[in-house]
Nanobody, 123 residues
Framework: QVQLVESGGDLVQAGGSLRLSCAAS????????MGWYCQAPGKERELVAF???????SYGDSVKGRFAISRDNAKRTVYLQMNDLKPEDTAIYYC?????????????????WGQGTQVTVSS
């Protein structure tokens, strides 16, 4: 069984910083791309940042220049450094990973999600 567990969400003032972490555990043969999505009340889940196994990155337009995604493959962990936070960043942040379980074909990756961590930015 594969699990993704996020941590680091908190209440912070506008202009502040947070660092989110997401660790993968369980039956894992390989991890492909990893990323962060967010969902604010009444809105659809949207991409925040995405990182490939080789650490190529992409970002949603609203966070470019403020957020940075990184990963530690040895620790099976992805991070999201969030700087200059704004009230509109308030949302539940979900970790995402493409994971291949032992015994599965090399190209067969499943999509896994964490339970979410709340980020609240006050003005």
């Amino acid at each position: 069984q594969v699990q993704l567990v996020e941590s680091g969400g908190d209440l912070v003032q506008a202009g502040g910083s947070l660092r989110l972490s997401c660790a993968a555990s369980g039956r894992i043969a390989s991890i492909g791309a990893m990323g962060w999505y967010c969902q604010a009340p009444g809105k659809e889940r949207e991409l925040v940042a995405f990182i490939t196994r080789r650490s190529n990155t992409s970002y949603g337009d609203s966070v470019k220049g403020r957020f940075a995604i990184s990963r530690d493959n040895a620790k099976r962990t992805v991070y999201l450094q969030m700087n200059d936070l704004k009230p509109e960043d308030t949302a539940i942040y979900y970790c995402y990973a493409e994971i291949r379980e032992p015994g599965m074909p090399w190209e067969q990756y499943g999509n896994y999600w964490g339970q979410g961590t709340q980020v609240t930015v006050s003005s």
